[in-house]
């Protein structure tokens, strides 16, 4: 009992300490945000996705790019073929917001910044209208963008909130 | 995913500390890191922007700190492990959360009252027996003797091998108010009858020999199309029962039908060419519409949501009437044999941006039962298919269901793919057929609704598995299309597995299709009689919450309202076999005949990867008893945590025609059926949430059940993300796709501890999830 009313007593005075540092450096960050440039290559519903959860993924190279790719599509006859983005100053980034139990929904970029050497991408999940009816079909949203890659080590995936939902790190180039 | 492997952020070393390689990460099946970098965003944003957060996770830990489980250590983290099925995260098959198909009830087949050849029978001229007359019997004595018995001689083939054979017929007296199979069961005693006298050598039904419909499209004949052979429709062809379906009309109200330029002047897919009647556009807003204009007779689907369009109408029409023997692409239930022969499709459009509204799916329940005030056209459809639904239960499509109902029309909807028990109208409907879905091995998808409104089951697929080993999900195959990216152009020729509950309501809508052209007299509710009382009653005996009646047997209904004997059909209960854990149980399958209490000859059962973890025996034939087959897993050697698949391969022959079908097993060497079984090696690591150069602790459980308790020793100072995986195919790295892996408090909404050397936090409880 002892070790653990030492144990609460530390915990939350690091957690107060913890916010006194921090919330300055907030507040400076939060205005050093500037937009990413990013073009958009690909975006859907219909593709095989293991992951039922949001996910983003980081491509930097056409080998495994390729590969994924041709995964993602492989419920489809013929397959589409994968775009051919210049990997040298660009990485691919994949993402989705998992499996959805019908039709209707769409994924829609409401910002891509740095925030030091991650890239957010802030995204919005359209979903279809309340009590509309919708094709019982699962789906499984996603979006496929080119951004340039400038050093970045990783990314996340937001939602309108804020919350993060997936992040990465950006590979190697192998 | 498999991308760069050797990428992978943690390599476990098993000195008792683990590593990572923070320079050498790869995007994904790197769960630890990303789980860390996502912690990391979440720690960050709560506190930069909501400071007040971060006391209030004080207040949490020390909350925690206060209950959860004990440890024998005085100082750490400790915690209580859970693993958790899929449940809810499984995209597809979740067979461990669902009743499985056992202790099966037969249905009877139509049968034949009083007779003792009964079902087996093939088809044969109802009224007409072949009988050869022993050498020195003369014609004369030969035809007294079938007049004498209420038949008259027909023909007389002349000697043959010193013998005279006759093809006699019943009677016009002995016919009289008899039915087809009334006269068929007469012939048959008749036939007995002849055989027992001594001047017959033999006597028999003039049996009817038809060509072998058995479809040349190419997604069917290389097995990619399960879904056919589960419903049994491959039986139909075979026997040729129904091969002109083009007098039957099957509405689709969904998205319409995709043209090659947008427009009703393009081509549509070429395994849709030429089927459709009477298409019309009911979206009345333009903003819906996305096709500039409101309701016309133009039911072309420019896409109901941008990039994210569907098509989905065009998949439906497919599974119904996609052009069947054409030798391209897919086969449909109700296409027919051959061009023209196919059921009329009535595509229309009701779904556009945002879905559907109520407004405009009436009206085209409404047009589709005939209501001329809707809309001038020609047909009245037989049936209607709807795989859209939507949770609000409204008088104006309830009341334009009951009209269509009371029209005659067949109605059969989507059940909804929430995996709960949450109904979905139109289907919830009391005249509306409610499709549930199954997978390949006829078990009840994860995604699929249950609950008492079900009525059937049919195939809706499911992306968990490829049990049929042909590289592809085991999804529904059917027609689709996309954007080319130029124009109004779209690229029609293309073909796409799909799954849902929607991919299941085609095929029943194509069933009542089957129905309706095997016996047009049947009215509507005769034919959804026929589709109940012929299901394969699979789960809970008699109708279920799960499959309704059963699974959809189109050879059943068709056979019944054609008033025909079945021949015989085996059908394995389970379909499926699965096995859990380190050491599991042997478990059966029974190999029935469905049709009838004949014995099936079983040719062969073979493993069909030849999988050398799998054993099997047999025992018993394969009539109305079953066979049993039962199954071993020998799990030596396999991988902990891993799944593995095959499939048995049964050959039987029904006495004119060789068929297969399988048994599907899985197994997955994590399981807790009875707390015996285990998850294997976990290992539970802290991970160094601020330092760039990471050690982390782990600490290895071995053989542990559901639940168990774990207890982190020895750690520095420092704010750590606690973390749970398996390490499944051995290969060092963990959090990968393949293992168990879970993170407190949750995956998704990691939270760091903070921890001060030789303090002890216990609580630190969260679940892995398989």
Request: hydrophobic content about 35%; glycine content about 10%.
């Amino acid at each position: 009992m002892k070790n653990k009313k030492i144990s609460r007593i530390r915990t939350g005075m690091i957690a107060a300490a913890a916010i006194i540092v921090l919330l300055p450096i907030t507040a400076s960050r939060k205005n050093s945000s500037p937009p990413l440039e990013y073009s958009i290559l690909e975006q859907g519903e219909d593709i095989y996705f293991e992951k039922t959860g949001p996910e983003i993924l980081v491509f930097t190279e056409s080998g495994s790019f390729k590969s994924f790719y041709a995964q993602i599509h492989r419920t489809r006859i013929p397959r589409p073929e994968a775009p051919r983005p210049n990997f040298d100053n660009s990485m691919v980034v994949f993402f989705s917001y998992g499996r959805q139990k019908s039709t209707g929904y769409s994924i829609e970029i409401t910002g891509v910044y740095a925030r030091s050497s991650t890239v957010v991408v802030k995204t919005v999940l359209n979903t279809p209208p309340e009590d509309s009816f919708q094709a019982q079909k699962i789906t499984h949203p996603y979006m496929v963008i080119l951004i340039s890659k400038d050093g970045y080590s990783s990314l996340q995936l937001k939602d309108k909130t804020s919350k993060v939902l997936a992040s990465a790190n950006v590979p190697e180039r192998m | 995913m498999q991308v760069n492997r050797k990428c992978h952020g943690i390599i476990i070393e098993k000195n008792g500390i683990l590593y990572t390689q923070k320079s050498n990460h790869n995007f994904h099946s790197d769960y630890a890191l990303r789980g860390r970098r996502q912690n990391r965003s979440i720690f960050r944003n709560r506190v930069f922007a909501i400071g007040a957060f971060m006391l209030f996770v004080g207040i949490l830990l020390i909350v925690a700190g206060c209950g959860g489980s004990s440890s024998s250590s005085d100082e750490g983290i400790s915690g209580q492990l859970t693993v958790v099925t899929s449940g809810s995260y499984g995209a597809g098959t979740t067979l461990s959360s669902k009743n499985l198909p056992h202790n099966l009830r037969l249905k009877k087949g139509p049968v034949i009252a009083g007779t003792f050849r009964v079902a087996a029978e093939p088809d044969f001229v109802a009224d007409e027996i072949l009988v050869k007359y022993r050498s020195g019997a003369g014609s004369m004595s030969a035809a007294d003797t079938a007049a004498g018995s209420g038949y008259r001689v027909l023909e007389q083939s002349g000697r043959i091998e010193n013998g005279l054979l006759l093809r006699m017929k019943l009677t016009d007296t002995e016919k009289t108010g008899l039915s087809m199979s009334a006269q068929k069961e007469r012939t048959l005693q008749e036939i007995e009858r002849l055989k027992a006298l001594p001047s017959v050598e033999y006597a028999q039904p003039n049996y009817i020999y038809k060509p072998l419909s058995i479809p040349n499209d190419p997604y069917y004949t290389d097995g990619s199309m399960w879904n056919y052979p589960l419903i049994l429709v491959d039986h139909v062809w075979k026997e040729d029962l129904v091969n002109d379906l083009s007098s039957v009309v099957v509405a689709v109200i969904d998205t319409g039908i995709v043209r090659s330029n947008g427009t009703k002047s393009g081509s549509v897919h070429p395994d849709l060419t030429g089927i459709f009647v009477d298409e019309y556009d009911f979206i009345s807003d333009t903003s819906i519409s996305r096709d500039g204009d409101g309701r016309d007779a133009d039911a072309t689907d420019p896409g109901d949501n941008g990039a994210y369009s569907s098509f989905h109408g065009t998949h439906v029409a497919g599974t119904i009437g996609a052009l069947t023997n054409n030798g391209i692409g897919i086969a449909g239930v109700a296409g027919g044999y051959g061009i023209g022969k196919g059921v009329r499709i009535m595509p229309l459009r009701v779904l556009g941006a945002g879905g559907g509204t109520t407004f405009d799916i009436a009206a085209a329940v409404r047009y589709a039962a005939g209501d001329q005030s809707v809309a001038s056209h020609l047909y009245k459809a037989d049936v209607i298919n709807m795989s859209l639904g939507s949770t609000a239960d409204d008088p104006t499509l309830s009341s334009a269901i009951s009209y269509a109902a009371s029209q005659g029309v067949v109605m059969a909807a989507a059940a909804g793919n929430d995996g709960t028990s949450s109904q979905y109208y139109p289907a919830a409907y009391p005249e509306v057929i409610s499709v549930s879905a199954v997978g390949i091995g006829a078990e009840i998808t994860g995604y699929s609704n249950y609950g008492d409104t079900i009525e059937i089951a049919a195939p809706g697929g499911s992306f968990t598995y490829d049990l049929n080993f042909d590289n592809y999900p085991d999804g529904v195959w059917s027609t689709l299309a996309e954007y080319s990216g130029f124009g109004s152009v779209y690229n029609v020729d293309v073909y796409a597995l799909s799954q849902g509950t929607s991919m299941a309501t085609p095929h029943v809508a194509a069933a009542a299709a089957l129905v309706k052209a095997a016996n047009a007299g049947l009215s509507a509710s005769a034919i959804r009689k026929t589709l109940r009382n012929t299901a394969i009653d699979l789960g809970t005996t008699g109708k279920d919450d799960y499959y309704g009646y059963g699974l959809l047997n189109t050879y059943a209904a068709v056979t019944d309202a054609l008033s025909q004997v079945q021949s015989p059909i085996l059908f394995p209960f389970p379909k499926t076999l699965k096995f859990e854990g380190t050491s599991p149980a042997s478990k059966s399958a029974i190999l029935k005949n469905i049709a009838n209490s004949n014995s099936i000859v079983v040719t062969g059962i073979t493993k069909d990867q030849g999988a050398s973890w799998v054993s099997f025996s047999q025992s018993g034939t394969a009539d109305a008893t079953g066979m049993k087959v039962t199954v071993s897993v020998n799990t030596s050697g396999i991988a902990d945590g891993s799944t593995h698949t095959e499939r048995l391969k049964i050959t039987w022959n029904d006495g004119f025609n060789d068929w297969t079908d399988y048994v599907y097993i899985l197994y997955n060497s994590i399981g807790f059926a009875g707390g015996a079984a285990d998850v294997g090696d976990v290992y539970v690591v802290a991970i160094d949430y601020y330092s760039t150069s990471d050690v982390i602790q782990y600490y290895t459980v071995t053989n542990i059940n559901q639940s168990f308790v774990y207890s982190l020793t020895g750690l520095p100072t420092g704010t750590y993300i606690i973390g749970a995986s398996t390490d499944r195919n051995n290969d060092g790295y963990i959090f990968e796709f393949d293992d168990t892996y879970g993170f407190y408090p949750e995956i998704l909404n990691v939270e760091p501890i903070s921890y001060t050397k030789g303090d002890y936090i216990s609580g630190i409880d969260f679940e892995l999830i398989y």
